[in-house]
Structures are given as C-alpha cells and as structure tokens.
C-alpha cells in the first residue's frame, strides 16, 4: 500500500525525459537548412547512427493512444507515405553519406501496415544508402491483430531481429473501455508466429492506470503477458493528455484510477513480473536476466532516447516520417508532425524539420545528469561535470530542490552524490526534473506514476 507521503508526490506531473531539453522547448529556430547543415557536418566522418522510421497509420485509432497516428482504412495512402520516405532517406543519404548504422528502429503508428513487398523496398533501400553493421538490432512495433504466419516470415526475411507487440491489457471490460478488442489468443498467436519464423527478440508493451483496471485484472495480465516469455516487457503509466490528442475524449474519466491507485496498479505489476523471472530497467522496463539491455542496466551502460531504453550507444539519431526527432552533435530536430506538412516538404525535396533545439554546453551537461537519473537513479554530479569541463556548483541550487526529497528518506544526497533511496520508478522523473532548467515554462505534463 502506498505511504502517506508518496501520495503526494505520486500526484506530481513531471516530462517523462526522453530528451533534454524536452520537446515542448524545441523552437522554430532550428529549420531544414540547419538540419541540412547539421548532415553535412556528418559526411565523411566516422560516427554511428541508429535511425528511427515512423509509420503514422494505423487501421482503426485506440481510444488510449497517445502516439502521432492517423486512421487508414485502404492501402494507397500508405503506399504513397512509403514513397516519400523512400525520398526523405534519399536526402538524408545524399548529405551525410553512407553513415555506419547500428539500430533501426521502425516505430508508429502500426508499421506493419506497411505492405511487405513495400517494407521490404525500403529496407533495401536503407542498406543500399547506408552501411548497415550485420549484426544491426533491426526492431519494428507491431500490432498483433495485424501479425500472421506469412507477414511475420516475410519481416524475418527482411532482416527484421526484434518485434514489439502492444498488448495493454488482457481483461475484455479493460479493453471495452480503451476501444481495443484483442483477446489473449490473438497475441499468443502473433508471438507463435513471430517465434516460428525466427525473430528472437520480443517485447511486449503493457499500461497501467487505464480504467476499468483493478488489482486482480492488471495481475492476470501480468501474469498473462509473463506466461508468452518474451525477453522484454515495458510497462507505461497511462498519459492521459486529451487537450492533447482528442481520441482519449472517448475515455470515460469517471472510471479512470486515481493517483494513488495508478501507484498501486504498477506496483501490483511490477511485482507480479518480478515474481516471474524478469528484471527492472529503468522506470517502466523489465527484461529477462541476460538480456542485453538487463545487461547494460547492470553495467551502467543504459542509454535513454526517444525510443525509451536502449543499449546502443549511437553517436546519432536520424528521425524519419512525420514527427520523426532526430538528435545530431549540434542538437534536436523534428520533423512536421502533420502528415501533409512533412509530405509537401518532402515533395519540395528538402527537409520537413518544423521546430529543434540547438543544444549549448549547460543543456549537454544537464542532459547527461537527467539520463544518469532516469536510467540508474543515482548520479555523480562532480564526476558528470569533470567530463564536460564545468563547475560543480552550477547544480548548487538543483541540490537545494530535494532537500526536503532527502529529510522524508527519499533520496540521499552526498556531497555531489545523488541517490534513489526508494520507489525509484515513482520518484526518478521527479528527481530528474530538479536539474531541468527550463521546467515551469508553460508546458503541461503527464503524472509521475
Ligand atoms: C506505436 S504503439 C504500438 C504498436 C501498435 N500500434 C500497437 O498498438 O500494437 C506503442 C505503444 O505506446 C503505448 N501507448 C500508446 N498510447 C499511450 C498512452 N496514452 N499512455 C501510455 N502508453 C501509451 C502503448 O503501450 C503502445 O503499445
Ligand atoms: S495504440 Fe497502436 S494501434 Fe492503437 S492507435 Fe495507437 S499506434 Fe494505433
């Protein structure tokens, strides 16, 4: 049960820290001639790059779903996205070169949409322009009512090593409420098929805090989702943001759980899937022991990105399709995340980059200080400021803020030392978001836990 303190804190809104600065800070300074610049920088050099692809179509709109999608009942407007992707990884090529890639990551969206004779094309495309290593981690999210037998053998045969199937929830009144029928079969089924056809690597994503759930629906679908054996399983909280995406309107918010309820829901999962073999990462992960990313969270090698944990440590990411992030040395860039912005520019032939951030020496420093924090709850502030050059004390401040964090036995902080004594998962973006220097400025987030 959730203590009297931790409710307060678990009722804290905080930037889930997939960037820093996060993107309600990126601007209209940064525009395709920067981006365009920005690759030009990277011709002829040695770095390594993951790339991301994102698919924003999906057959039917979820009534949860937070992500850059659109509905498309036919194929031809898929077909012609593909099209204009092919160009944008054309202009890409054309001005970095053939960067050495390590990860490809195809995100959505359902990019499974893609027809498989038409994914296929671009993945040729990809190793044609680039040099893609041979033991590339080469992920796709799929949606499972959408996976069979044959598509899951023609992803092998593209080279595809890892699927990430969205689950959420097994209970049928959990999934009445959220608009998604997908009954248990429909996932065993994909997660046979994907193993049939040899593509190892599975991740299964579950949420928690939807409504309708209670602590015996979320632990049958914990232990649902545990009996499959995927190597990797993440568990979001549910971002309730419908000023944001107007399909969580659908949501019923009178049956949404409260703060400390969502607490104990992830609790009630985390605990079930711990009990079953898996290991935390980070706030929402958990893998099987040797794993590599249990590994590289063991390691201290655990990097966060907008594709949440990874353990690749690419120089840099290019972002593809609308709404696409790219980081590169000098800084963020995101492509238009309206569809028809991203394809006129790409008609044009230059860049869709709308907004970005062109990072200074202090957001590189705090960037490494918030990764350390949502990746190992614990930093070493002195030895952070020791690679990049700069002066403990510029954190004199950030250090005050979690005074009364480190009175109530929270967090310990020694000397430059900072640690997550407790509730880690709940209290990680909360520490994080001390050293963010931009916090406060307008933006609206969702709940901690
Ligand atoms: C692009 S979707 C997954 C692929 C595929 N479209 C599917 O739904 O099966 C990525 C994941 O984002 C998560 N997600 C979507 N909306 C969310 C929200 N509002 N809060 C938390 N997680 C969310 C879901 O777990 C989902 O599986
Ligand atoms: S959860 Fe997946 S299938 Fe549902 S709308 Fe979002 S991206 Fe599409």
């Known amino acids: ?34 981006y365009d610049g920005w690759l030009r920088g990277l011709a002829g050099s040695n770095v390594s790059a993951s790339l991301y692809l994102h698919v924003p179509f999906c057959r039917s709109i979820c009534h949860y779903c937070a992500c850059a999608t659109k509905a498309a009942r036919r194929d031809e407007p898929i077909v012609a996205f593909a099209d204009r992707l092919r160009r944008e990884i054309e202009l890409v090529a054309d001005r970095a070169g053939p960067l050495r ?7 959505g969206g359902t990019p499974n949409l893609l027809p498989p004779d038409v994914f296929d094309s671009l993945v040729t495309e990809l190793c044609d322009r680039f040099d893609v290593a041979s033991e590339a981690e080469h992920a796709i999210e799929l949606d499972p009512r959408w996976v069979t037998r044959d598509s899951a053998r023609r992803l092998k045969a593209s080279g595809v090593t890892r699927a990430s199937l969205g689950v959420q929830d097994f209970d049928d009144d959990v999934q009445r409420a959220i608009g998604r029928a997908q009954p248990f079969a429909v996932v065993r089924s994909a997660v046979a098929a994907l193993r049939a056809a040899g593509v190892s690597g599975l991740n299964l994503d579950l949420i928690y805090g939807l409504p309708r759930q209670t602590m015996r629906s979320i632990r049958d679908t914990a232990r649902l989702a545990a009996s499959l054996e995927a190597d990797r399983i993440s568990l979001f909280g549910y ?4 000023w944001f995406r107007a399909n969580q309107r659908l949501i019923d918010e009178g049956e949404l759980p409260d703060s400390p309820s969502r607490f104990d829901l992830a609790e009630t999962a985390r605990e079930t899937l711990l009990a079953a073999g898996y290991g935390a990462v980070g706030i929402d992960h958990f893998a099987k022991p040797g794993d590599p990313l249990a590994r590289a ?27 696409a992030v790219g980081r ?29 951030r062109a990072l200074t020496a202090e957001d590189r420093l705090r960037s ?54 407790r509730d880690g998962p709940a209290l990680a973006r909360i520490v994080a978001s001390a050293f963010d220097a931009y916090l406060g400025a307008g933006a609206r987030h969702s709940l901690v836990v």
């Open 1 to 34: 049960m959730i203590s009297l303190r931790l409710s307060e804190l678990v009722r804290r809104s905080a930037p889930r820290y997939t960037s820093y600065p996060t993107t309600p800070h990126f601007g209209a300074e940064v525009g395709p001639q920067d």
């Open 101 to 107: 890639v390590g990860q490809i990551h195809w995100g």
């Open 239 to 242: 971002a309730h943001v419908p």
């Open 297 to 323: 969270a063991q390691d201290g090698r655990l990097r966060r990105n907008f594709q949440g944990y990874v353990a690749d440590r690419a120089d840099v990411l290019i972002g593809l399709g609308p709404s």
């Open 328 to 356: 590169l040395r000098e800084g963020y860039a995101q492509n238009a995340a309206d569809a028809a912005g991203w394809a006129r520019a790409i008609d044009a032939g230059r860049f869709a980059t709308a907004k970005g």
């Open 368 to 421: 490494d200080v918030i990764e350390e924090v949502m990746c190992g709850f614990a930093v070493d502030l002195d030895a952070v400021c020791r690679r990049h050059s700069a002066d403990p004390s510029i954190f004199a401040q950030d250090l005050a803020k979690l005074r009364s964090l480190a009175e109530q036995g929270f967090v310990r902080v020694d000397g430059s030392r900072v640690a997550i004594l």
